[in-house]
Every structure is written in C-alpha cells, then in structure tokens.
C-alpha cells in the first residue's frame, strides 16, 4: 500500500509540474498574494462554520448520501438541494473529511461510494486516483458548489469553465482553499489518522509554494538573462558591421592605383566683386548657340572639363607638347564663394581637393579674404591665389586668352612698374596673415609659397596659366588624395523644392558609385533621414534644349560628379551634411549615428547654463564655420538651428531676455527671416542679426551688446558706490552744505559718492557711523571735475556735501573733525553693482580698499 502511495505521489507531481507550466502559459497560474486573498477568504467561510452557522449545501455534502443521478459538470444554473448530490458526485472517491482545518473525530467510510471505486468502468472516461485529486485542485472542496450568500456575488464573478485534460466537460470553479489546492495526490485511506494527512497536505502546500517563488525567480532570472543575450547579440551584429566596414575600407584603400585617378574637386572663393562669377564663366566658356565647348559638360552645382577640354585650354603653354595629363578632368563647383566651399566638408576635413582665392589686385585682402584664407586655413586645403583684373591697371594691353608672361612683356614699362607695385603690396599683405606668396612661375617651393596667378576674367589673361597650375599642382602633389576609392564619399551641397519632383538634394559625389533604388542615409533637424533613392538626375546638354525633359535620369553615376537626387522625406535634409549608402552587410543604426555625429557634436558646443544668443545658419558648414569663429570670440551660444528664422526661434530666444538682455538675439547667418517673425521680434524686443559675411555679424552684435551693458551701466551708476579714503585738511563750510578740502589717501572721488565718518566709544568700544551725505561738486583749483583719481589730487581737492531731506544735518567740529577719517560709505548692494555692472573699471587697488572698509562698515 506504501508503494502505491508513493508511486501515486510522484507520479501527481509531475503531472501538478504540467498543470503550472500550462497554467502559466494560459496567464491563470496564482500569484502568492493571491492564494493569500483566497486563504484569507477561506478562514472567514471556518470563522462562520465555527460560528454554528448553517450552511445547507455542506451539510448535505458532508452526509455522504450516494445520488443514483448522473453527475453533470459545470451547470452554473442548477443550485439548489439538487445541487449537493451532484457535487457530492464529482470526485470519482467522495472525501468524508470535514472541510474545517481542526482535527475531528474518524467518521466510518461510507460503503457505497467504496464500493464504487471498485466498480468504475474502464471505458467510462476513466480516471485514476492522481486525476482525480488534480480535478479537486480545479474544483472547490467537495459540496463547495453552494455558496454563502455574503460571497456568492465575487464567487460568481471569479467562476471560469476549466477545461478537463481527458477532454470532459468543463467544470465548476468553487472556493479552492489555499492548502487544498495542493492537496497530497491519492485519498485512498481517508479513514486513517486525519491529523497525519492534514500535516501531510500543508507540508505539500509549502513546498508547492516554495517550487512556484523559485520557478517566479527563474522566470525573472531567464528573462534577465534574454533580455542580455538580445543585448550582446545586438552589440555582436553592431561589431560584426563595423568590422565589415572597416574591412571593407581598407580593402578599398588597398585597390587603390597611381593609374586610377578621379577629377579634383575645384571651389573658387574670395570677396565680394573681385570677379569669381566672371572668372568662372571664362574658363567655362559656355555659348548657348554653339553647344557646349570642348565637351565641358554642365552638372547639379559643378562644371566638369575633361582632360580635352584642358588640353585644348593651356595650348598655349603646351607649344612643344611636352605636357603630362594624368587627370581625367576638373569638376569646379559651380557657386563661387565661401558657402559651396563650408559644405564640401567630411568629418571635419574639406572634400574640396583644390581652391581658387580670387584677389583684386587693385584693392588686395578684404575682410571676405581673409575669411576664406581662415577656412582653408582650418580645412588643410592647399589654394592658389588668382590675382584678378590686371586688365583694369592704367594702359593694359589686352591679349585675349594668351598666357600671362607673354602679355606681360608686351606691355609698356610703365604699366609693368605698376604691376610690380601691386603684387608687392599684395605680398606683404599675406605676409601679416603669416603666409609667404610670390608669382607662380617664380614659386619653386610649391609646399612653402603659395603661388600668384594674375589674371583677366574679362580678356581671358592668365586663364590657362591658372588652370595649368591647378593640373600640375593635383597632378604632382595629390596622387594619394586623387586616387579613385570605391567606397562612397558623398557630401550633400543644396536642399532644393523643385516643381513636379517635390524636395530633391544637390550632392556632389566624390568617390564611389551612386545607384538609383540605393538605400541612403542623411543629417536631418529632426534626426536622421533613411530613404530610397528614386531618381538620379544631371541637367541636358545645353546643344539638346529643344528637349522638352529638364534632367536627364541616370541607372548609376560614378565620382567624380555633380548630381540631384529625388527621394521621399528629404524636407529636412541639412545641407553641408555627409550622405551615407546603406550596404547588405551594414547595420542601419550604426549608420544613423555616424551621419548625426557632426550635428551632435555642434550641439555639444551649446552652453550648458542656457545663457547666450540663438545661432541660425542656412547650412551645416556655415553653422560650423560660425560656432567656430563665436567659440574664439568668447560668446556664449544657448540654440542653434539651421533654414530660414520662423516664430518659434524668436519664442526660444524671448527666453534670455529675463535672464540676459545683452544675449536675447539672434544671429542669422546667410538666411532669410520670415516677415511674422521679424514683425514678433520687433514687438518683443529681439534683436535680429542678419549677414553673409561672419565678420559683419560678429561687429553688428558687439556693437549692440556695447550698447545695452552702457545702458545698464547708467541705470546701475546711482547705486554704485566707489571707494575711497579721505583726510580732512581745511574746513570752508561746517553746516549745511558742508564744504571740506581734503587729501585723497585711497581710492577715486566721484560726484554722487555717500560719505561717512565712523566714530568708536573710547569706553564703551562701540562702533557708530556718521553719514555726512552725497558729493554734490568737487573742485580743484577752482575747476569744477566729475571724478579725480588719487594722482590727480595733487594739492588737495575741494568737497561739497549736501545731506539728504530725511536725514539731519551734520556739523564739523560737533559731529566729526580734522582728526576723523572720512569714508564712502559702501553697502553690500552697492559692492554687487559694481561686480555685476563695473567690474572692468574697478582696480585691484580698488578692490582691496573695499575689503579693508567691510569690516569697518559692518558689511557680511
């Protein structure tokens, strides 16, 4: 009989292991607050029956009367005397242990349902004793289907059908009691010693309990460890990717040949009017009516001369054909000036390979110049120097498109005087910017000097001098930069809303391949843009312009190249920012925070303290090249943004003019200004910078804060107190007004400076401080003066003091005389304004005297 307790014991753990794994799957396993509720509710229903409460249903459950009816499971309707013999029926061995915890006296077993046990048939959905005893886990104690009335309402509201694993009917939920619900497995011997099977059950119940918190903690524990192992797989896939790339990147480098080169990338900068558009339209030299000279070829934002074209350009100075052409060609970018050139950047450094700095030699560097030469400075890019409009200097003899030496040694000696002047002056002046400059073809250190073209945008002059140098300069001292690298290197240059193709970007490609359906990644305002290139577009030959198509679409484009990409969501795209290509072995991520990393790092520029003016720029170079040129000028920036300025920047900058007037502006850098935000501005008192040029903006807004912190210097003058030490030497008026000659022993006097004596008991050790009144006029030798400093004084300086209305009027010789010290009486208020509003005009001697007049003064 043991062993067949102890088989059936096992074999219903298992199977109770099963039914919590499922419960637990299905979301209806009991947590172990809740089998609290449901013991708690249970010892209430004891409390009542204790009581001596009857309750019909459990009577009748606990008379064991055998019901000839067949037993019915689930019928939520029939509750009643009826009722009881059905659920009397429900276990396939009745119990006739009493439902209440304390031990009662041995009922004798009842013979008929004993008998039955004997008598189940076998094909009857048969259940063996474990199933049953999980079946009473499901249900309630047996007879539990009648409830009391106080809780039958919850009762009914926690029933659910359970479904029966040997595919019964469902059976009704009643009170499970916390320690019955798991029970121990076989009620054979239900007459024997029910102490001992109680204890049993409990002991049963905690470690049932103590199974389920392990299982909660392991359930915790296992998906702590998932959520790690997603992490490391995800850190693996980021790894895995980046040494993809990094694999692919030195491949690329290591295919790379002297052979292979790809066309330099060519931006023309300099001042406003030196003539950089004139220049460039000469070296492209384009005629509508003749087609497109040369094959020269025109691109989204650049020019393209293939080496023919160049060939064809520097005939003049490749007479014996001893000239070597390496280079496929020359893509110059298309807009002159310093933007185009801030744009062309990656990662810091400039795509630009090469840059032409157009100087008017009749007015040398201007403030634009120098601007330029900062920028190609700070991008490393090597630059010569175009020396324009010599055909402007007093009797020039032109010689159309000719080179520049034999132009020059045909003109008169005068004229070569004249020009000799220029560039010498021209010289010195990149000489105080710290560069050595000298005439190409006197330049034989090209790493040292940079080189002067002079040049004519009108007569052509010096054109094919300047592009032989730019050939010779990529060609000898660029092969490692030029050499064609297969992965993509591509820089966006405009944002543009084109009729009938919606937001495209103008990007120039300067290594790798470009597909249309590529998947690119770009810098967005709002975070990084991912999307689909649908179209890549280059404008038609000007010769085909009866051709009704504006663009011609293009499978693929190979660097190096201007062209306009069309694809969705590119409305907040930033110019100046890189485009990335999303490859089959990339992790999409990783690209995205490598392409936000140049935006993320100009936020990092932002003060932390919220305090400074509001940047607005039109590209991500410009806003650059402007945190930049802010950083060294020590003004601290709180926002920045890029495009046009709308209503809610003027909002975010509202937000210093409490805590900064000075720094409640906004500085708009290359963009335009929407007319209800000027008119906001206006209304609020926001100060509105706007400029091309980051010098004008830089003057414009140091001249607006010189202005406020004057203003605020005036409003605070009243209530700041210089200091100063005087020794009385005469006394010319005793009362009312009190004129004094003093001597100045610390300090500066000035008009409007509160004066007092401090006298201290000789008994009592106390300190009292006579206010004498304000400084109304000072003197000296009878000229009246406004501030007389310490060296001034020389003989002695004549003191008016006039005394408030409110205050009493003092007299020399009763109230202080010749051997007092009289002070400005400085105040703690009075110390603060002249930190926070004089600071620069106050000496170091001034500030020690005000530490030593503190303690006198009985100032914290």
Same mark, same amino acid.
């Given at each position: 009989?043991?062993?067949?307790?102890?088989?059936?014991?096992?074999?219903?753990?298992?199977?109770?292991?099963?039914?919590?794994?499922?419960?637990?799957?299905?979301?209806?396993?009991?947590?172990?607050?809740?089998?609290?509720?449901?013991?708690?509710?249970?010892?209430?229903? +004891?409390?009542?029956?204790?009581?001596?409460?009857?309750?019909?249903?459990?009577?009748?459950?606990?008379?064991?009367?055998?019901?000839?009816?067949?037993?019915?499971?689930?019928?939520?309707?029939?509750?009643?005397?009826?009722?009881?013999?059905?659920?009397?029926?429900?276990?396939?061995?009745?119990?006739?242990?009493?439902?209440?915890?304390?031990?009662?006296?041995?009922?004798?077993?009842?013979?008929?349902?004993?008998?039955?046990?004997?008598?189940?048939?076998?094909?009857?959905?048969?259940?063996?004793?474990?199933?049953?005893?999980?079946?009473?886990?499901?249900?309630?104690?047996?007879?539990?289907?009648?409830?009391?009335?106080?809780?039958?309402?919850?009762?009914?509201?926690?029933?659910?059908?359970?479904?029966?694993?040997?595919?019964?009917?469902?059976?009704?939920?009643?009170?499970?009691?916390?320690?019955?619900?798991?029970?121990?497995?076989?009620?054979?011997?239900?007459?024997?010693?029910?102490?001992?099977?109680?204890?049993?059950?409990?002991?049963?119940?905690?470690?049932?309990?103590?199974?389920?918190?392990?299982?909660?903690?392991?359930?915790?524990?296992?998906?702590?460890?998932?959520?790690?192992?997603?992490?490391?797989?995800?850190? +693996?896939?980021?790894?895995?990717?980046?040494?993809?790339?990094?694999?692919?990147?030195?491949?690329?480098?290591?295919?790379?040949?002297?052979?292979?080169?790809?066309?330099?990338?060519?931006?023309?900068?300099?001042?406003?009017?030196?003539?950089?558009?004139?220049?460039?339209?000469?070296?492209?030299?384009?005629?509508?009516?003749?087609?497109?000279?040369?094959?020269?070829?025109?691109?989204?934002?650049?020019?393209?001369?293939?080496?023919?074209?160049?060939?064809?350009?520097?005939?003049?100075?490749n007479k014996d054909g001893t000239q070597e052409y390496k280079i496929p060609g020359l893509l @110059?970018?298309?807009?002159?000036?310093?933007?185009?050139?801030?744009?062309?950047?990656?990662?810091?450094?400039?795509?630009?390979?090469?840059? %032409?700095?157009?100087?008017?030699?009749?007015?040398? =560097?201007?403030?634009?110049? &120098?601007?330029? #030469?900062?920028?190609?400075?700070?991008?490393?890019?090597?630059?010569?120097?175009?020396?324009?409009?010599?055909?402007?200097?007093?009797?020039?003899?032109?010689?159309?498109?000719?080179?520049?030496?034999?132009?020059?040694?045909?003109?008169?000696?005068?004229?070569?005087?004249?020009?000799?002047?220029?560039?010498?002056?021209?010289?010195?002046?990149?000489?105080?910017?710290?560069?050595?400059?000298?005439?190409?073809?006197?330049?034989?250190?090209?790493?040292?000097?940079?080189?002067?073209?002079?040049?004519?945008?009108?007569?052509?002059?010096?054109?094919?001098?300047?592009?032989?140098? *730019?050939?010779? &300069?990529?060609? +000898?001292?660029?092969?490692?930069?030029?050499? $064609?690298?297969?992965?993509?290197?591509?820089?966006?240059?405009?944002?543009?809303?084109?009729?009938? =193709?919606?937001?495209?970007?103008?990007?120039?490609?300067?290594?790798?391949?470009?597909?249309?359906?590529?998947?690119?990644?770009?810098?967005?305002?709002?975070?990084?843009?991912?999307?689909?290139?649908?179209?890549?577009?280059?404008?038609?030959?000007?010769?085909? #312009?009866?051709?009704?198509?504006?663009?011609?679409?293009?499978?693929?484009?190979?660097?190096?190249?201007?062209?306009?990409?069309?694809?969705?969501?590119?409305?907040?795209?930033?110019?100046?920012?890189?485009?990335?290509?999303?490859?089959?072995?990339?992790?999409?991520?990783?690209?995205?925070?490598?392409?936000?990393?140049? #935006?993320?790092?100009?936020?990092?520029?932002?003060?932390?303290?919220?305090?400074?003016?509001? @940047?607005?720029?039109?590209?991500?170079?410009?806003?650059?090249? *402007?945190?930049?040129?802010l950083k060294s000028s020590k003004i601290p920036v709180s926002g920045i943004n890029i495009g046009?300025?709308?209503?809610?920047?003027?909002?975010?900058?509202?937000?210093?003019?409490?805590?900064?007037?000075?720094?409640?502006?906004?500085?708009?850098?290359?963009?335009?200004?929407?007319?209800?935000?000027?008119?906001?501005?206006?209304?609020?008192?926001?100060?509105?910078?706007?400029?091309?040029?980051? $010098?004008?903006?830089?003057?414009?807004?140091?001249?607006?804060?010189?202005?406020?912190?004057?203003?605020?210097?005036?409003?605070?003058?009243?209530?700041?107190?210089?200091?100063?030490?005087?020794?009385?030497?005469?006394?010319?008026?005793?009362?009312?007004? %009190?004129?004094?000659?003093?001597?100045?022993?610390?300090?500066?006097?000035?008009?409007?400076?509160?004066?007092?004596?401090?006298?201290?008991?000789?008994?009592?050790?106390?300190?009292?401080?006579?206010?004498?009144?304000?400084?109304?006029?000072?003197?000296?030798?009878?000229?009246?003066?406004?501030?007389?400093?310490?060296?001034?004084?020389?003989?002695?300086?004549?003191?008016?003091?006039?005394?408030?209305?409110?205050?009493?009027?003092?007299?020399?010789?009763?109230?202080?005389?010749?051997?007092?010290?009289?002070?400005?009486?400085?105040?703690?208020t009075s110390i603060d304004v002249l930190k926070s509003s004089f600071k620069d005009d106050v000496?170091?001697?001034?500030? @020690? =005297?005000?530490?030593?007049?503190?303690?006198? =003064?009985?100032?914290?």
């Amino acid at each position: 009989m043991n062993l067949v307790v102890c088989g059936f014991k096992s074999i219903c753990s298992d199977f109770l292991q099963a039914k919590r794994e499922q419960a637990k799957r299905e979301g209806t396993l009991l947590t172990k607050k809740q089998k609290e509720d449901k013991a708690a509710a249970e010892l209430r229903k +004891q409390a009542l029956l204790k009581s001596g409460v009857q309750i019909e249903g459990l009577q009748a459950s606990s008379s064991g009367a055998p019901a000839t009816k067949k037993v019915v499971y689930g019928n939520r309707k029939k509750k009643g005397p009826g009722g009881a013999g059905t659920s009397a029926q429900a276990s396939p061995v009745p119990s006739s242990r009493p439902l209440s915890p304390e031990p009662a006296p041995e009922p004798t077993p009842a013979p008929t349902p004993a008998a039955k046990v004997e008598k189940l048939p076998a094909n009857d959905d048969v259940k063996s004793d474990w199933d049953a005893s999980s079946d009473d886990e499901a249900k309630a104690a047996a007879g539990a289907d009648v409830k009391d009335s106080w809780d039958a309402s919850s009762g009914d509201e926690d029933e659910k059908p359970v479904q029966n694993t040997n595919g019964s009917t469902p059976l009704k939920q009643a009170f499970i009691e916390p320690k019955l619900a798991a029970k121990a497995p076989v009620k054979v011997a239900l007459t024997k010693k029910e102490e001992s099977s109680s204890a049993e059950s409990e002991d049963d119940s905690d470690e049932d309990s103590s199974d389920e918190d392990s299982e909660e903690d392991s359930e915790e524990d296992s998906s702590d460890e998932e959520l790690t192992n997603a992490q490391k797989m995800a850190a +693996q896939k980021k790894a895995e990717a980046a040494e993809r790339r990094a694999k692919a990147h030195e491949a690329a480098l290591a295919a790379r040949s002297k052979d292979d080169l790809r066309s330099p990338i060519c931006c023309i900068l300099g001042h406003v009017d030196t003539g950089k558009t004139k220049l460039l339209d000469k070296i492209r030299q384009t005629n509508v009516q003749e087609g497109e000279a040369g094959g020269i070829t025109q691109q989204i934002g650049a020019t393209f001369f293939p080496v023919d074209a160049i060939k064809t350009k520097t005939t003049v100075l490749n007479k014996d054909g001893t000239q070597e052409y390496k280079i496929p060609g020359l893509l @110059v970018i298309d807009t002159p000036g310093h933007e185009s050139f801030t744009n062309l950047r990656s990662r810091g450094s400039s795509l630009c390979n090469i840059a %032409i700095l157009v100087v008017d030699i009749m007015h040398g =560097l201007e403030p634009q110049t &120098l601007e330029s #030469l900062r920028l190609l400075r700070d991008r490393k890019t090597p630059f010569i120097v175009a020396l324009n409009k010599i055909d402007r200097m007093y009797g020039w003899e032109a010689t159309p498109d000719g080179a520049f030496q034999e132009s020059l040694a045909k003109q008169k000696r005068s004229v070569q005087r004249e020009f000799e002047d220029r560039v010498e002056k021209t010289i010195v002046a990149f000489a105080e910017q710290g560069l050595n400059a000298i005439l190409y073809y006197e330049n034989k250190n090209l790493g040292r000097n940079v080189s002067l073209v002079p040049t004519s945008a009108i007569t052509g002059e010096g054109v094919p001098d300047m592009i032989m140098l *730019l050939v010779n &300069l990529t060609q +000898q001292r660029m092969n490692d930069r030029l050499m $064609y690298l297969s992965e993509l290197e591509c820089t966006v240059l405009e944002v543009k809303v084109i009729e009938g =193709l919606g937001t495209t970007i103008d990007v120039v490609l300067s290594n790798g391949i470009l597909r249309e359906g590529d998947k690119i990644v770009v810098c967005g305002l709002n975070g990084p843009i991912v999307t689909q290139v649908r179209a890549l577009l280059t404008p038609q030959p000007l010769r085909e #312009l009866r051709i009704k198509s504006v663009y011609v679409h293009h499978k693929e484009v190979k660097a190096a190249l201007g062209v306009k990409i069309t694809a969705p969501d590119l409305e907040k795209a930033i110019a100046g920012s890189r485009l990335l290509v999303v490859g089959p072995d990339d992790d999409e991520d990783d690209l995205r925070d490598e392409i936000m990393s140049d #935006l993320t790092s100009l936020l990092n520029s932002i003060d932390k303290s919220g305090r400074g003016v509001c @940047v607005q720029a039109s590209t991500l170079g410009s806003l650059e090249a *402007l945190l930049d040129f802010l950083k060294s000028s020590k003004i601290p920036v709180s926002g920045i943004n890029i495009g046009p300025v709308h209503k809610k920047d003027i909002m975010r900058s509202a937000t210093m003019l409490e805590k900064a007037k000075e720094l409640a502006c906004i500085l708009c850098f290359d963009v335009t200004v929407d007319k209800d935000a000027e008119k906001m501005a206006e209304e609020m008192g926001i100060r509105l910078f706007k400029a091309d040029i980051i $010098y004008h903006l830089f003057d414009a807004f140091t001249a607006y804060n010189a202005e406020i912190v004057e203003a605020k210097r005036k409003d605070a003058a009243p209530s700041a107190v210089w200091p100063c030490r005087l020794k009385i030497i005469a006394a010319f008026c005793k009362r009312d007004p %009190i004129i004094l000659g003093v001597d100045i022993l610390d300090g500066t006097l000035r008009v409007g400076t509160p004066l007092c004596v401090v006298k201290v008991d000789s008994t009592t050790h106390k300190k009292e401080i006579i206010d004498l009144g304000k400084i109304s006029s000072l003197e000296i030798n009878h000229k009246t003066q406004d501030i007389v400093k310490k060296s001034q004084a020389g003989g002695g300086v004549a003191v008016k003091i006039e005394h408030a209305v409110y205050q009493s009027a003092k007299m020399f010789g009763r109230h202080f005389d010749d051997k007092d010290e009289v002070l400005s009486h400085v105040t703690r208020t009075s110390i603060d304004v002249l930190k926070s509003s004089f600071k620069d005009d106050v000496t170091k001697e001034e500030w @020690v =005297l005000i530490r030593n007049l503190k303690p006198l =003064l009985n100032i914290q």
